[in-house]
């Protein structure tokens, strides 16, 4: 919802990853954020993200965060 309006392409995507949010789940709904990486490299010393990937991904963070604190709607 937070990527949609702040007018931020997206999809749902499911993980297989074991990240932290995994065990998190387990007392506590979770999710991530993905940003793009360029060429799809990801999880390697040559990954690489553009500054306005990563602005859009905080972006969407921050929002997501203000909306489940309902101080923004």
Not at 15 to 25: E, M, T
Not at 35 to 47: I, R, T, Y
Request: proline share 3%.
């Amino acid at each position: 919802e937070a990527a949609k309006e702040l007018g931020y392409s997206y999809r749902d995507i499911v993980s297989g990853a074991g990240h932290d949010a995994c065990w998190i789940n387990r007392v506590a709904p979770s999710a991530m954020i993905m940003c793009p990486c360029v060429d799809g490299l990801s999880h390697n010393e040559a990954e690489e993200i553009s500054k306005e990937w990563a602005a859009a991904g905080t972006d969407v963070l921050l929002r997501a965060v203000l909306e489940t604190a309902e101080i923004v709607g």
